[in-house]
């Protein structure tokens, strides 16, 4: 279990690899406010995550609408994309606390 979950109205940071029809895409970094997500269908499987968790989400032909969203070719009408997502950070808390440590380490 984790301390904090994912909600809507948080600003989330993830690394997310992008399949389409099996073939990788490559690896993305993404950080939005979660309930205003450029992907159908990732403000309802991202809600409720913590932090390092890793979830897959695919997205069948008729609901992805076309959009290239960070892939190195366009979308086939009929693909099938899946993307393999984790979350890095909940509102910058990560970020900050390595942020801290590395401070702490440069005062010594």
Not at 32 to 59: N, S, Y
Not at 75 to 92: C, E, K, M, S, Y
Request: include cysteine; charge should be negative; hydrophobic fraction near 35%.
């Amino acid at each position: 279990e984790c301390e904090t979950r994912s909600a809507v109205g948080d600003s989330v940071w993830m690394e997310y690899e992008i399949f389409i029809d099996d073939s990788s895409q490559g690896k993305n970094k993404l950080e939005f406010k979660l309930g205003q997500a450029p992907v159908v269908g990732w403000d309802e499987h991202l809600r409720g995550m913590c932090v390092d968790e890793q979830r897959e989400l695919t997205i069948p032909p008729s609901t992805h609408r076309h959009q290239n969203i960070g892939m190195k070719e366009g979308i086939p009408q009929d693909a099938v994309l899946t993307f393999h997502i984790r979350l890095l950070d909940i509102n910058g808390t990560e970020r900050k606390a390595m942020y801290a440590r590395q401070r702490a380490r440069a005062d010594r």
